[in-house]
């Protein structure tokens, strides 16, 4: 029922247009159970009469049908196109929902969940939600409408023969809901397995210039093909369910009909029922089996849609864990003093990344972080912006607990410049224009100028239109540095994170890329993550983590004299030792 009711929930927007639908679909079976009664009508009480009688009348009696029928197509037509529009807008607002939820959802529930497995859910289970929300009401409404109409009718034609319909059919009734529970585990197998396909395809293409450069497209093949027999296997087993489902009722059917034929044999003999009943019971069989042969092809439909909406309802339900308190303030005129108070940090409740960390870090002053890979540093910055919460502890903003603060405003005055850069696929000018949606072109160039890649962009054929390709595949390393140095340039945030900007590049293209972060750090908070220690010998503080925590602080003479860690990391780069 919880699903249900939020199923429903989106109905309420278009209940015009959804108890429209339902007003068509009562209309179309009022007319369809209509016309065995006029028949049955029309034999016993119309065609006996004079035939000048009824040839006057029949032109009356045609005109009127047509008409009725004439209000049918009006009513299907409803149906079939507004009513499908209704899903649309429905599954248009389902999308929405859940990209938006995706978007506030944490950093730690895509370290779990891969994106390809994420557009399933957006595009192919949506998809499937939609025909649900369209079909599922008007066709267990019209179904439900023509079978109790038609028991009802049938029982005004002999009360015997429909108890003995009404037996066959209790017995399909049973027989359909328990293989209905069987194929609602496969449908949502079904679902999970063309997740898998999809990430394996989205990983593979994602990853194809690895896939090339190490000649592992036949592995990729065979990784593809596991996934792709897995989801064979799953479909397989969906349809050998629906074979005995629907070969199950087809059985049944038949024994309505031989039902009908044996007692109506027996009835006829006896006298309590007439030869031209059968023919109007035989009629009104056929209307009882049609919303019956519906709702067979609908479980199909019923199940995928509803294994869909349990798996949209599981991201929906995902929390978002970090979220504005309740009195959240929005931060204006920041100076730049951060304060790490006694910080401790651990991924769902695993072992403590960070332990009691405490870190005092003026407004303007340069700060640099240095350390083993998995000491922590990313981790340390990644909590600043609140891409993660702090376990235990506090950090604060100009005194202000960062909790405390909106998390848009929060994260506006904070520019992050990383190793790995992500180009949107677009235009360069719409890739530095991130950093500012509401920007002008003059702030853009001047934007790209400060980054040191005007006079590159100015060279290319389309300037600043020219497309960068699909994750910005069409530039250098360098180039996208420097166009994701010129997002932050256009951001303007008095406080900036640069985490290992520098050290997937080449010599050449550090030091240039080294004077755009020099002249980006100006007169702003900086927090460097360094894995090249000759790009931190200027920072007015250099502190040196492991997984033990905080090992050594102090400017780079300081530590070098002292001749610890940072000493010994420093002379293994410069010795050509390591990295």
């Known amino acids: 029922m919880k699903v249900w009711k939020k199923f429903i929930k989106y109905y309420e927007p278009y209940r015009f247009l959804f108890f429209a639908d339902m007003f068509c679909a009562l209309v179309v079976s009022l007319i369809d159970l209509s016309f065995p009664v006029i028949l049955n009508y029309l034999v016993k009480h119309f065609f006996i009469m004079d035939k000048i009688y009824i040839m006057k009348t029949i032109t009356y009696i045609g005109i009127g049908l047509l008409i009725m029928y004439v209000v049918k197509y009006f009513c299907q037509y409803f149906i079939a196109s507004w009513g499908h529009i209704m899903g649309a807008k429905m599954e248009t607002n389902m999308r929405r929902d859940l990209f938006d939820h995706l978007q506030m959802l944490p950093f730690s529930y895509y370290d779990e969940n891969n994106t390809g497995e994420m557009m399933s859910k957006l595009v192919s289970d949506l998809f499937d939600i939609s025909e649900l929300a369209h079909h599922g009401p008007e066709n267990i409404f019209i179904s439900a409408l023509k079978i109790l109409g038609s028991f009802a009718i049938l029982l005004t034609i002999n009360v015997k023969m429909t108890l003995i319909l009404c037996a066959v059919t209790a017995v399909m009734v049973v027989f359909s809901f328990v293989q209905n529970s069987k194929m609602q585990r496969i449908f949502m197998d079904n679902r999970k397995k063309i997740a898998n396909v999809n990430s394996m395809v989205q990983d593979s293409l994602l990853g194809i210039r690895v896939v090339k450069s190490f000649a592992n497209e036949k592995l990729e093949k065979r990784k593809f093909g596991r996934a792709n027999k897995n989801y064979l296997d799953s479909k397989v087993s969906s349809y050998v369910a629906m074979g005995k489902f629907m070969a199950g009722n087809s059985f049944f059917q038949g024994v309505l009909y031989v039902s009908v034929i044996v007692s109506g044999a027996i009835f006829i003999t006896q006298g309590t029922v007439k030869a031209t009943d059968l023919a109007?019971?035989?009629?009104?069989?056929?209307?009882?089996?049609?919303?019956?042969?519906?709702?067979?092809?609908?479980?199909?439909?019923?199940?995928?849609?509803?294994?869909?909406?349990?798996?949209?309802?599981?991201?929906?339900?995902?929390?978002?864990?970090?979220?504005?308190?309740?009195?959240?303030?929005?931060?204006?005129?920041?100076?730049?003093?951060i304060e790490y108070k006694n910080v401790s940090f651990s991924y769902d409740d695993e072992a403590y990344v960070l332990k009691d960390l405490s870190i005092n870090?003026?407004?303007?002053?340069?700060?640099?972080?240095?350390?083993?890979?998995?000491?922590?540093?990313?981790?340390?910055?990644?909590?600043?912006?609140?891409?993660?919460?702090?376990?235990?502890?506090?950090?604060?903003?100009?005194?202000?607990?960062?909790?405390?603060?909106?998390?848009?405003?929060?994260?506006?005055?904070?520019?992050?410049?990383?190793?790995?850069?992500?180009?949107?696929?677009?235009?360069?000018?719409?890739?530095?224009?991130?950093?500012?949606?509401?920007?002008?072109?003059?702030?853009?160039?001047?934007?790209?100028?400060?980054?040191?890649?005007?006079?590159?962009?100015?060279?290319?054929?389309?300037?600043?239109?020219?497309?960068?390709?699909?994750?910005?595949?069409?530039?250098?390393?360098?180039?996208?540095?420097?166009?994701?140095?010129?997002?932050?340039?256009?951001?303007?945030?008095?406080?900036?994170?640069?985490?290992?900007?520098?050290?997937?590049?080449?010599?050449?293209?550090?030091?240039?890329?080294?004077?755009?972060?020099?002249?980006?750090?100006?007169?702003?908070?900086?927090?460097?993550?360094?894995?090249?220690?000759?790009?931190?010998?200027?920072?007015?503080?250099?502190?040196?983590?492991?997984?033990?925590?905080?090992?050594?602080?102090?400017?780079?003479?300081?530590?070098?004299?002292?001749?610890?860690?940072?000493?010994?990391?420093?002379?293994?780069?410069?010795?050509?030792?390591?990295?």
């Open 280 to 337: 109007t019971y035989a009629l009104y069989i056929n209307i009882l089996i049609n919303p019956i042969d519906v709702l067979i092809n609908f479980t199909e439909q019923f199940q995928k849609g509803y294994a869909s909406f349990k798996r949209f309802i599981d991201v929906m339900e995902a929390e978002t864990e970090i979220e504005n308190r309740e009195n959240a303030e929005v931060i204006k005129d920041v100076k730049g003093n």
């Open 361 to 579: 870090i003026k407004a303007g002053k340069n700060i640099a972080l240095v350390g083993p890979s998995g000491g922590g540093k990313t981790t340390l910055c990644s909590l600043l912006p609140r891409f993660y919460d702090v376990t235990e502890g506090a950090i604060t903003i100009d005194g202000k607990d960062i909790r405390d603060i909106t998390l848009e405003s929060l994260r506006s005055c904070i520019g992050v410049v990383q190793q790995d850069v992500y180009m949107f696929s677009g235009t360069i000018k719409e890739n530095i224009g991130y950093g500012k949606p509401e920007a002008t072109d003059e702030e853009i160039i001047e934007a790209a100028k400060r980054a040191n890649i005007h006079d590159y962009i100015m060279s290319l054929e389309d300037g600043y239109d020219t497309y960068v390709g699909e994750r910005g595949v069409k530039l250098s390393g360098g180039q996208k540095q420097r166009i994701s140095i010129a997002r932050v340039f256009l951001k303007n945030p008095p406080i900036l994170i640069l985490d290992e900007a520098t050290s997937a590049l080449d010599n050449e293209s550090e030091r240039f890329i080294q004077k755009s972060l020099e002249e980006l750090s100006k007169n702003r908070t900086t927090i460097v993550i360094a894995h090249r220690l000759s790009t931190i010998r200027n920072a007015d503080e250099i502190i040196v983590i492991n997984n033990e925590g905080i090992q050594e602080r102090g400017n780079h003479e300081q530590l070098i004299e002292k001749q610890g860690l940072y000493a010994y990391y420093y002379n293994m780069q410069f010795e050509g030792l390591g990295a």
